[in-house]
């Protein structure tokens, strides 16, 4: 199996943002490892990536789980780059906040532990979410790598998809600090709403949101962006880079 740029790991795959970082990275010549939940109850229908040009040349699967952090080993090794976009969302709070905020941040210290041992990983590119910089309580436009969303008045006030934001924000830090303590670069991206054409088979949650604003059932305003814009920063870390430090 031919290899031009190397080997990248996408975990959460089968989501709407995972699905379409393994088609680009398929398109530019990159071989993908990604990685879905095992489901014993039902077999799930991956065609929408398998049927992707270059798929069935260039794109492995394994079964691997945030609880379950040693899990991603195996779909690391060998990897020169990382995109983990794998998260629990809990916007309705089904789950206490202190499991999920447990299970995101023991997950992606998981993972990057596993990238520290595979000697391979160059660079690791992290999902992290609007809502880990922009519930401040404070009034403020722009914001930058200084602003955190203050965990405190998530857990008190309780706004709509509170716990998901504790998660995304301590998961974020701790993430970083991991990448400093080991010599691991590490990059964050803070993404909003994302909305655009999705190939996955459900409707994300984000596309969901976006249509209650078209139907003007509800009129509350999100940040959002389109996919193209996404894809751009996303390739800026790919290609300018080529996961070589």
């Known amino acids: 199996m031919a290899e031009e740029k190397g080997r990248v790991c996408v975990t959460g795959g089968t989501g709407f943002l995972g699905s ?52 991603f080993s195996t779909a690391i090794e060998g990897c020169v780059g990382i995109f983990h976009t794998a998260s629990p969302i809990d916007f309705a709070v089904s789950e206490p906040e202190e499991v999920v905020t447990k299970r995101t941040v023991d997950g992606a210290l998981g993972i990057l532990k596993a990238c520290v041992h595979s000697k391979t990983v160059k660079r690791v590119i992290y999902t992290s979410s609007g809502s880990a910089v922009s519930f401040t309580g404070k009034d403020k436009q722009v914001l930058d790598e200084s602003d955190w969303s203050d965990v405190d008045l998530f857990r008190t006030v309780k706004p709509f998809g509170w716990s998901y934001g504790v998660s995304k924000t301590l998961a974020e830090k701790a993430v970083l600090q991991f990448g400093e303590q080991h010599g691991l670069d590490v990059v964050t991206l803070v993404l909003p709403f994302i909305v655009g054409r999705f190939i996955c088979p459900k409707l994300p949650d984000s596309i969901e949101k976006a249509l209650v604003l078209v139907l003007g059932t509800n009129f509350e305003p999100y940040s959002t962006h389109h996919i193209s814009f996404i894809f751009l920063c996303l390739l800026i870390e790919i290609d300018l880079n080529n996961f070589e430090i």
């Open 20 to 71: 379409w970082i393994i088609k680009r990275l398929l398109e530019d010549g990159y071989s993908v490892n990604t990685t879905v939940r095992a489901d014993p109850e039902r077999k799930r229908d991956l065609s929408f990536l398998t049927n992707l040009p270059n798929a069935s040349e260039r794109l492995q699967f394994f079964n691997a789980d945030l609880s379950n952090p040693e899990s």
